[in-house]
């Protein structure tokens, strides 16, 4: 139980870790390319396009980091989706 308990926190402070380095280059790397952005072409505003599509990768890692985290990476879970699969096969 013990061994189950630190590796369930391992995965869980990964998933953290993960998240915050990934919003920290998220930030940093954005606010480069707007200034970029704002010298070079400020008529058009490009970099909306990383923001956003980045943002949603952001996004799914906080979900995954703080939301999510006992719904889908627990082995209850895998155990509950077995005994399903199981039962559908029976009938």
Do not use: C, H
């Amino acid at each position: 139980m013990s061994d189950n308990l630190r590796a369930l926190a391992e995965q869980r402070a990964d998933a953290k870790i993960k998240f915050f380095k990934n919003f920290k280059a998220y930030v940093i790397v954005n606010a480069f390319l707007a200034v970029i952005n704002f010298i070079f072409t400020p008529d058009f505003w490009w970099v909306l396009f990383p923001v956003f599509f980045w943002g949603i990768g952001v996004f799914v890692d906080f979900l995954k980091a703080f939301v999510f985290m006992d719904k889908f990476d627990t082995e209850s879970y895998r155990e509950q989706k077995i005994q399903e699969e199981m039962d559908r096969l029976r009938n």
